[in-house]
Protein backbone atom coordinates (compact mmCIF):
# COMPACT_ATOMS: atom_id res chain seq x y z
CA UNK A 1 0.00 0.00 0.00
CA UNK A 2 2.09 2.90 1.18
CA UNK A 3 5.43 3.26 -0.27
CA UNK A 4 8.18 2.30 1.82
CA UNK A 5 10.51 5.48 2.60
CA UNK A 6 13.23 5.80 0.15
CA UNK A 7 16.99 6.33 2.01
CA UNK A 8 17.52 8.94 0.18
CA UNK A 9 14.73 11.53 -0.73
CA UNK A 10 14.33 12.06 -4.23
CA UNK A 11 14.02 15.54 -5.38
CA UNK A 12 12.22 15.71 -8.89
CA UNK A 13 12.46 18.68 -10.74
CA UNK A 14 9.34 19.83 -12.14
CA UNK A 15 10.44 19.39 -15.40
CA UNK A 16 10.06 15.78 -14.55
CA UNK A 17 6.44 16.14 -13.38
CA UNK A 18 3.91 15.77 -15.65
CA UNK A 19 1.14 18.05 -15.01
CA UNK A 20 -2.81 18.08 -15.33
CA UNK A 21 -4.16 18.95 -19.01
CA UNK A 22 -5.42 22.63 -18.64
CA UNK A 23 -9.39 23.24 -19.60
CA UNK A 24 -9.93 23.87 -23.50
CA UNK A 25 -11.52 27.59 -24.02
CA UNK A 26 -15.21 27.72 -23.59
CA UNK A 27 -15.21 24.60 -21.19
CA UNK A 28 -15.06 27.20 -17.91
CA UNK A 29 -16.90 30.69 -17.36
CA UNK A 30 -15.57 33.57 -17.29
CA UNK A 31 -14.83 34.77 -14.00
CA UNK A 32 -16.49 38.81 -15.29
CA UNK A 33 -19.23 37.55 -16.70
CA UNK A 34 -21.44 40.83 -16.85
CA UNK A 35 -25.15 39.26 -16.97
CA UNK A 36 -24.54 37.66 -13.77
CA UNK A 37 -24.01 40.51 -12.12
CA UNK A 38 -22.36 40.03 -9.09
CA UNK A 39 -19.06 38.91 -10.70
CA UNK A 40 -19.24 42.86 -11.57
CA UNK A 41 -17.27 43.26 -8.06
CA UNK A 42 -15.55 39.92 -7.19
CA UNK A 43 -14.25 38.98 -10.65
CA UNK A 44 -10.46 39.81 -10.57
CA UNK A 45 -9.57 42.70 -13.04
CA UNK A 46 -6.22 41.60 -14.25
CA UNK A 47 -5.43 38.31 -15.95
CA UNK A 48 -4.26 35.41 -14.03
CA UNK A 49 -0.57 34.30 -13.74
CA UNK A 50 0.21 30.85 -15.31
CA UNK A 51 1.60 28.61 -12.85
CA UNK A 52 3.32 25.39 -13.90
CA UNK A 53 2.10 22.36 -12.19
CA UNK A 54 4.69 21.07 -9.37
CA UNK A 55 4.35 19.13 -6.16
CA UNK A 56 1.89 21.24 -4.77
CA UNK A 57 -0.56 21.17 -7.44
CA UNK A 58 -0.28 17.71 -8.65
CA UNK A 59 -1.17 16.26 -5.24
CA UNK A 60 -4.40 17.45 -3.25
CA UNK A 61 -7.01 16.47 0.32
CA UNK A 62 -7.62 12.75 -0.21
CA UNK A 63 -10.77 13.45 1.96
CA UNK A 64 -13.29 10.35 2.77
CA UNK A 65 -13.69 10.79 6.52
CA UNK A 66 -16.74 11.57 8.61
CA UNK A 67 -19.94 10.62 6.63
CA UNK A 68 -22.81 10.40 8.34
CA UNK A 69 -25.62 7.86 8.47
CA UNK A 70 -27.81 9.98 6.45
CA UNK A 71 -25.73 12.08 4.16
CA UNK A 72 -26.03 9.99 1.43
CA UNK A 73 -30.15 9.95 2.10
CA UNK A 74 -31.49 13.83 2.21
CA UNK A 75 -35.32 12.83 2.78
CA UNK A 76 -34.18 10.87 5.75
CA UNK A 77 -32.29 13.36 7.81
CA UNK A 78 -35.38 14.36 10.17
CA UNK A 79 -38.30 12.98 12.33
CA UNK A 80 -40.41 12.61 8.85
CA UNK A 81 -39.62 12.92 4.83
CA UNK A 82 -39.51 16.29 3.34
CA UNK A 83 -42.81 17.22 1.10
CA UNK A 84 -41.41 17.04 -3.20
CA UNK A 85 -40.52 14.23 -5.62
CA UNK A 86 -38.24 12.09 -4.40
CA UNK A 87 -35.56 11.43 -6.86
CA UNK A 88 -32.30 9.49 -6.43
CA UNK A 89 -29.06 10.92 -8.44
CA UNK A 90 -25.77 9.05 -9.27
CA UNK A 91 -23.13 9.10 -11.63
CA UNK A 92 -19.32 8.65 -12.01
CA UNK A 93 -16.53 11.10 -11.14
CA UNK A 94 -13.47 10.63 -13.52
CA UNK A 95 -10.82 12.36 -15.55
CA UNK A 96 -10.95 12.88 -18.62
CA UNK A 97 -9.05 9.88 -19.20
CA UNK A 98 -12.16 7.68 -18.40
CA UNK A 99 -10.51 6.60 -14.89
CA UNK A 100 -13.27 6.73 -12.42
CA UNK A 101 -11.69 8.45 -9.42
CA UNK A 102 -12.43 6.20 -6.29
CA UNK A 103 -12.76 7.33 -2.26
CA UNK A 104 -13.35 11.09 -3.35
CA UNK A 105 -15.74 13.12 -1.13
CA UNK A 106 -19.14 14.40 -3.09
CA UNK A 107 -20.86 16.81 -1.23
CA UNK A 108 -23.93 18.78 -2.33
CA UNK A 109 -26.23 21.04 -1.56
CA UNK A 110 -30.11 22.35 -2.58
CA UNK A 111 -33.02 24.34 -2.44
CA UNK A 112 -36.45 22.25 -0.60
CA UNK A 113 -39.00 21.08 -3.22
CA UNK A 114 -40.68 25.05 -3.24
CA UNK A 115 -37.67 26.54 -4.00
CA UNK A 116 -35.94 27.54 -0.78
CA UNK A 117 -33.08 27.23 1.05
CA UNK A 118 -32.66 26.87 4.57
CA UNK A 119 -30.73 29.10 5.22
CA UNK A 120 -31.10 32.75 6.56
CA UNK A 121 -29.76 34.40 3.99
CA UNK A 122 -32.91 33.38 1.95
CA UNK A 123 -35.79 35.16 1.58
CA UNK A 124 -37.98 33.98 -1.11
CA UNK A 125 -41.57 33.91 0.11
CA UNK A 126 -41.94 30.38 0.01
CA UNK A 127 -42.24 27.16 2.56
CA UNK A 128 -39.64 26.09 4.44
CA UNK A 129 -39.38 22.41 4.56
CA UNK A 130 -38.70 21.55 8.60
CA UNK A 131 -37.81 18.24 7.41
CA UNK A 132 -35.49 19.26 4.95
CA UNK A 133 -32.02 20.48 5.27
CA UNK A 134 -30.91 20.09 1.45
CA UNK A 135 -26.77 19.27 2.14
CA UNK A 136 -25.80 15.45 1.91
CA UNK A 137 -21.86 13.95 1.20
CA UNK A 138 -20.64 10.79 -0.10
CA UNK A 139 -17.74 9.02 -0.99
CA UNK A 140 -17.05 7.23 -4.23
CA UNK A 141 -16.71 3.91 -4.76
CA UNK A 142 -13.56 1.84 -6.08
CA UNK A 143 -14.64 2.76 -9.73
CA UNK A 144 -15.64 6.31 -8.93
CA UNK A 145 -19.59 6.00 -8.33
CA UNK A 146 -21.85 7.85 -5.94
CA UNK A 147 -25.54 7.82 -5.43
CA UNK A 148 -27.79 10.12 -3.12
CA UNK A 149 -31.27 10.22 -2.36
CA UNK A 150 -33.05 13.38 -2.41
CA UNK A 151 -36.18 15.41 -3.24
CA UNK A 152 -36.22 17.46 -6.92
CA UNK A 153 -35.26 21.20 -5.86
CA UNK A 154 -37.82 23.52 -6.86
CA UNK A 155 -37.00 26.59 -9.48
CA UNK A 156 -36.92 30.37 -6.95
CA UNK A 157 -36.45 33.50 -8.15
CA UNK A 158 -33.36 35.78 -7.47
CA UNK A 159 -32.43 39.86 -7.48
CA UNK A 160 -30.37 39.61 -10.59
CA UNK A 161 -32.52 41.76 -13.00
CA UNK A 162 -36.28 41.84 -13.31
CA UNK A 163 -38.65 38.07 -12.77
CA UNK A 164 -34.91 36.61 -12.94
CA UNK A 165 -35.54 32.75 -11.73
CA UNK A 166 -32.57 30.18 -11.42
CA UNK A 167 -33.47 27.06 -13.17
CA UNK A 168 -33.56 23.74 -10.54
CA UNK A 169 -30.25 22.81 -9.77
CA UNK A 170 -28.56 20.72 -7.20
CA UNK A 171 -24.61 22.28 -5.79
CA UNK A 172 -21.79 20.05 -6.27
CA UNK A 173 -18.74 20.25 -4.27
CA UNK A 174 -16.15 17.51 -5.71
CA UNK A 175 -11.92 17.09 -5.32
CA UNK A 176 -10.67 14.47 -7.36
CA UNK A 177 -6.94 13.35 -6.30
CA UNK A 178 -5.02 17.12 -7.08
CA UNK A 179 -5.68 20.29 -6.13
CA UNK A 180 -5.58 21.02 -10.03
CA UNK A 181 -8.51 18.88 -10.23
CA UNK A 182 -10.97 20.90 -7.24
CA UNK A 183 -14.34 21.68 -9.27
CA UNK A 184 -17.62 23.22 -7.52
CA UNK A 185 -20.49 23.16 -10.40
CA UNK A 186 -24.02 22.79 -10.59
CA UNK A 187 -26.45 19.90 -11.61
CA UNK A 188 -29.49 20.83 -13.85
CA UNK A 189 -32.58 18.97 -14.75
CA UNK A 190 -33.42 17.74 -18.34
CA UNK A 191 -36.03 20.19 -20.45
CA UNK A 192 -35.69 23.14 -18.35
CA UNK A 193 -37.75 25.46 -19.63
CA UNK A 194 -35.46 28.59 -17.73
CA UNK A 195 -32.27 27.70 -19.46
CA UNK A 196 -32.66 30.22 -21.54
CA UNK A 197 -33.04 32.81 -19.38
CA UNK A 198 -30.10 32.31 -16.63
CA UNK A 199 -27.35 33.96 -16.72
CA UNK A 200 -25.34 32.02 -14.35
CA UNK A 201 -26.17 28.67 -16.87
CA UNK A 202 -25.47 30.71 -20.05
CA UNK A 203 -22.19 31.56 -18.62
CA UNK A 204 -20.20 28.66 -20.20
CA UNK A 205 -18.99 30.20 -23.75
CA UNK A 206 -19.15 26.48 -25.18
CA UNK A 207 -23.08 25.30 -25.53
CA UNK A 208 -22.07 21.49 -25.76
CA UNK A 209 -20.07 22.30 -22.40
CA UNK A 210 -23.29 23.70 -20.78
CA UNK A 211 -25.26 20.78 -21.81
CA UNK A 212 -23.02 18.69 -19.74
CA UNK A 213 -24.29 20.57 -16.88
CA UNK A 214 -27.55 18.72 -17.42
CA UNK A 215 -28.40 14.88 -15.97
CA UNK A 216 -30.01 12.95 -17.97
CA UNK A 217 -33.41 10.94 -17.12
CA UNK A 218 -32.48 7.29 -15.34
CA UNK A 219 -35.49 5.02 -15.81
CA UNK A 220 -32.75 1.92 -15.14
CA UNK A 221 -32.18 3.32 -12.03
CA UNK A 222 -35.33 4.08 -11.16
CA UNK A 223 -36.77 2.05 -8.16
CA UNK A 224 -40.64 1.32 -8.31
CA UNK A 225 -43.13 2.48 -6.78
CA UNK A 226 -39.96 4.63 -4.99
CA UNK A 227 -38.40 7.25 -6.63
CA UNK A 228 -37.37 8.15 -10.63
CA UNK A 229 -33.70 8.33 -10.78
CA UNK A 230 -31.53 10.84 -12.81
CA UNK A 231 -27.66 10.78 -14.17
CA UNK A 232 -25.08 13.33 -13.66
CA UNK A 233 -21.59 12.43 -14.38
CA UNK A 234 -18.74 14.45 -13.15
CA UNK A 235 -15.06 14.72 -15.34
CA UNK A 236 -12.41 16.30 -14.20
CA UNK A 237 -9.27 17.05 -15.91
CA UNK A 238 -6.97 14.12 -16.64
CA UNK A 239 -2.99 14.06 -16.54
CA UNK A 240 -1.03 15.38 -19.50
CA UNK A 241 1.23 12.52 -20.98
CA UNK A 242 4.79 14.17 -20.71
CA UNK A 243 6.28 16.85 -18.50
CA UNK A 244 5.01 20.15 -19.51
CA UNK A 245 8.16 21.85 -20.82
CA UNK A 246 8.82 25.54 -20.14
CA UNK A 247 11.75 27.28 -21.91
CA UNK A 248 12.39 29.54 -18.77
CA UNK A 249 13.39 27.98 -15.26
CA UNK B 1 1.69 6.51 -28.72
CA UNK B 2 -0.57 7.82 -30.94
CA UNK B 3 -3.72 6.72 -28.64
CA UNK B 4 -3.51 10.15 -26.22
CA UNK B 5 -6.28 11.52 -27.99
CA UNK B 6 -8.84 8.57 -27.77
CA UNK B 7 -11.91 9.37 -26.95
CA UNK B 8 -10.90 12.00 -24.46
CA UNK B 9 -13.78 12.99 -22.26
CA UNK B 10 -14.93 16.52 -21.75
CA UNK B 11 -14.70 17.86 -18.97
CA UNK B 12 -17.61 19.30 -16.59
CA UNK B 13 -17.85 23.04 -16.22
CA UNK B 14 -17.49 25.37 -13.31
CA UNK B 15 -20.43 27.15 -11.78
CA UNK B 16 -20.46 29.65 -8.88
CA UNK B 17 -21.29 28.15 -4.87
CA UNK B 18 -23.66 31.01 -4.66
CA UNK B 19 -25.27 32.37 -1.03
CA UNK B 20 -25.89 29.29 0.23
CA UNK B 21 -22.32 27.49 0.26
CA UNK B 22 -22.84 26.89 4.37
CA UNK B 23 -25.57 24.37 3.44
CA UNK B 24 -23.33 21.95 2.35
CA UNK B 25 -19.39 23.00 2.71
CA UNK B 26 -19.45 23.84 6.54
CA UNK B 27 -17.81 21.37 8.50
CA UNK B 28 -17.11 22.77 11.77
CA UNK B 29 -13.63 21.97 12.37
CA UNK B 30 -12.81 22.40 8.66
CA UNK B 31 -10.64 25.23 9.38
CA UNK B 32 -8.51 23.47 11.51
CA UNK B 33 -5.93 21.66 9.33
CA UNK B 34 -3.89 20.59 12.96
CA UNK B 35 -5.94 21.03 16.18
CA UNK B 36 -5.32 23.98 17.71
CA UNK B 37 -2.63 23.06 20.56
CA UNK B 38 -0.46 20.88 18.21
CA UNK B 39 3.25 21.60 18.42
CA UNK B 40 3.95 24.29 16.08
CA UNK B 41 0.78 25.49 15.07
CA UNK B 42 0.14 28.62 13.40
CA UNK B 43 -2.75 30.67 12.55
CA UNK B 44 -3.58 32.41 9.11
CA UNK B 45 -6.51 34.86 9.13
CA UNK B 46 -7.59 37.81 6.52
CA UNK B 47 -9.96 39.29 5.06
CA UNK B 48 -11.89 38.52 1.76
CA UNK B 49 -12.78 41.91 -0.19
CA UNK B 50 -14.29 43.07 -3.57
CA UNK B 51 -13.83 46.02 -5.90
CA UNK B 52 -15.07 47.97 -3.63
CA UNK B 53 -13.03 46.87 -0.59
CA UNK B 54 -16.37 46.13 0.93
CA UNK B 55 -16.03 42.70 2.83
CA UNK B 56 -16.78 39.54 1.50
CA UNK B 57 -19.34 37.93 4.20
CA UNK B 58 -20.51 34.92 1.91
CA UNK B 59 -17.11 33.29 0.80
CA UNK B 60 -14.74 29.94 1.47
CA UNK B 61 -11.17 29.98 1.48
CA UNK B 62 -9.45 26.22 1.17
CA UNK B 63 -6.22 25.54 1.71
CA UNK B 64 -3.56 22.42 0.92
CA UNK B 65 -0.34 22.42 1.76
CA UNK B 66 2.72 19.99 2.78
CA UNK B 67 3.60 18.76 6.33
CA UNK B 68 5.90 20.65 8.32
CA UNK B 69 8.57 18.67 6.48
CA UNK B 70 7.93 19.47 3.05
CA UNK B 71 6.23 16.29 2.45
CA UNK B 72 2.78 15.03 1.17
CA UNK B 73 0.82 11.86 2.55
CA UNK B 74 -0.16 11.34 -1.24
CA UNK B 75 0.72 8.23 -3.60
CA UNK B 76 1.47 11.19 -6.44
CA UNK B 77 3.97 12.63 -4.98
CA UNK B 78 6.90 11.29 -7.24
CA UNK B 79 9.40 11.53 -3.93
CA UNK B 80 6.28 8.84 -2.15
CA UNK B 81 3.77 9.42 0.20
CA UNK B 82 4.79 10.31 3.86
CA UNK B 83 2.85 7.73 5.63
CA UNK B 84 2.09 10.62 7.78
CA UNK B 85 -1.38 11.07 7.82
CA UNK B 86 -1.12 14.83 7.27
CA UNK B 87 -4.11 16.16 5.66
CA UNK B 88 -3.04 19.01 4.76
CA UNK B 89 -6.66 20.57 3.88
CA UNK B 90 -8.07 23.63 5.75
CA UNK B 91 -11.72 25.28 5.14
CA UNK B 92 -13.09 28.03 6.33
CA UNK B 93 -16.08 30.19 5.71
CA UNK B 94 -15.45 34.30 5.91
CA UNK B 95 -17.89 35.62 8.45
CA UNK B 96 -20.27 38.56 8.63
CA UNK B 97 -16.77 40.86 8.93
CA UNK B 98 -15.40 38.94 5.73
CA UNK B 99 -12.89 36.93 7.54
CA UNK B 100 -11.20 33.60 7.65
CA UNK B 101 -9.60 31.65 9.92
CA UNK B 102 -7.06 28.69 9.40
CA UNK B 103 -4.68 26.50 12.39
CA UNK B 104 -2.33 25.26 10.04
CA UNK B 105 1.60 24.28 10.50
CA UNK B 106 4.03 25.82 8.04
CA UNK B 107 4.88 23.87 5.06
CA UNK B 108 8.31 22.97 4.60
CA UNK B 109 10.44 23.70 1.83
CA UNK B 110 9.79 20.98 -1.08
CA UNK B 111 13.08 20.90 -2.03
CA UNK B 112 12.86 21.79 -5.70
CA UNK B 113 13.38 25.37 -5.74
CA UNK B 114 10.56 26.94 -4.23
CA UNK B 115 9.60 28.83 -1.27
CA UNK B 116 7.28 27.41 1.37
CA UNK B 117 3.78 27.91 0.41
CA UNK B 118 0.08 27.37 0.58
CA UNK B 119 -1.90 26.67 -2.02
CA UNK B 120 -5.65 28.28 -1.85
CA UNK B 121 -8.70 28.99 -3.50
CA UNK B 122 -11.40 31.17 -2.85
CA UNK B 123 -15.48 30.62 -3.67
CA UNK B 124 -17.80 33.31 -3.27
CA UNK B 125 -21.21 34.41 -4.80
CA UNK B 126 -20.17 36.19 -7.81
CA UNK B 127 -17.48 33.85 -8.58
CA UNK B 128 -18.57 31.63 -11.62
CA UNK B 129 -15.36 29.35 -10.84
CA UNK B 130 -12.85 29.51 -7.82
CA UNK B 131 -10.00 32.17 -8.14
CA UNK B 132 -6.40 30.64 -7.24
CA UNK B 133 -3.77 32.03 -4.79
CA UNK B 134 -0.91 30.78 -2.98
CA UNK B 135 0.34 32.30 0.38
CA UNK B 136 3.91 32.43 1.33
CA UNK B 137 5.34 33.18 4.62
CA UNK B 138 7.55 36.94 5.51
CA UNK B 139 10.26 35.08 7.44
CA UNK B 140 11.67 33.45 4.17
CA UNK B 141 13.03 36.34 2.20
CA UNK B 142 15.91 34.42 0.57
CA UNK B 143 13.93 31.39 -0.08
CA UNK B 144 10.80 34.10 -1.61
CA UNK B 145 13.78 35.87 -3.35
CA UNK B 146 14.42 32.65 -5.75
CA UNK B 147 10.96 31.56 -5.96
CA UNK B 148 10.21 30.64 -9.57
CA UNK B 149 6.74 32.21 -9.55
CA UNK B 150 7.33 35.12 -6.76
CA UNK B 151 10.63 36.19 -8.71
CA UNK B 152 8.62 36.30 -11.83
CA UNK B 153 6.30 39.29 -10.56
CA UNK B 154 7.22 42.48 -10.01
CA UNK B 155 7.59 43.46 -6.69
CA UNK B 156 4.45 45.37 -5.68
CA UNK B 157 2.61 41.82 -7.05
CA UNK B 158 4.51 39.74 -5.47
CA UNK B 159 3.62 41.36 -1.89
CA UNK B 160 0.52 40.49 -2.40
CA UNK B 161 1.44 36.76 -1.70
CA UNK B 162 3.47 37.00 0.93
CA UNK B 163 1.46 37.38 4.49
CA UNK B 164 2.18 39.35 7.44
CA UNK B 165 3.38 38.45 10.80
CA UNK B 166 0.88 39.94 13.32
CA UNK B 167 2.06 37.87 16.29
CA UNK B 168 4.53 35.66 17.66
CA UNK B 169 2.12 32.16 15.73
CA UNK B 170 -0.15 34.43 13.64
CA UNK B 171 0.37 35.48 10.27
CA UNK B 172 -2.38 37.36 8.01
CA UNK B 173 -2.91 37.02 4.55
CA UNK B 174 -5.76 39.14 3.01
CA UNK B 175 -7.72 38.83 -0.64
CA UNK B 176 -8.34 41.48 -2.44
CA UNK B 177 -10.76 40.03 -5.45
CA UNK B 178 -10.30 42.75 -7.63
CA UNK B 179 -9.37 46.64 -7.57
CA UNK B 180 -6.73 48.76 -5.67
CA UNK B 181 -3.52 46.33 -4.35
CA UNK B 182 -5.44 43.13 -6.53
CA UNK B 183 -4.32 40.09 -5.10
CA UNK B 184 -2.19 37.84 -7.66
CA UNK B 185 -4.59 34.71 -8.80
CA UNK B 186 -3.12 31.93 -10.69
CA UNK B 187 -4.54 29.86 -13.42
CA UNK B 188 -3.55 26.27 -12.42
Known amino acids: MTPSKPATIHQPSSAEIAGYLRPPPGTHPPLDSPPYKSTGLRAPSQAPVVLRHRLTEITGPLLTGEIGPNDHDLTRQHAAPPIGERIIVSGRVLDSDGRGIPDTLVEVWQANACGRYAHSVDTYDAPLDPNFSGGGRVVTDSAGNYSFTTIKPGPYPWGNHHNAWRPSHIHFSVFGRSFTQRLVTQMYFPGDPLFPYDPIFNSVPDEKARQRMISSFDMENSVSDWALAYRFDIVLRGREQTPFEEPHE | ?188
Not at chain 2, 25 to 31: F, K, M, R, S, V
Not at chain 2, 32 to 55: F, S, Y
Open chain 2, 1 to 188: MSESAQSELALTPSQTVGPYLSLGLTWPTGHLVVPEDAPGAITITGVVRDGTGAVVPDGMVETWQADAEGRFDHADDPRGASGSGFHGFGRASTDAEGRYRIVTVKPGALGDGQAPHIDVSVFARGLLDRVVSRIYFPDEVEANATDPLLSGLPPERAATLVAERVGPAELRWDVRLRGEGETVFLAV
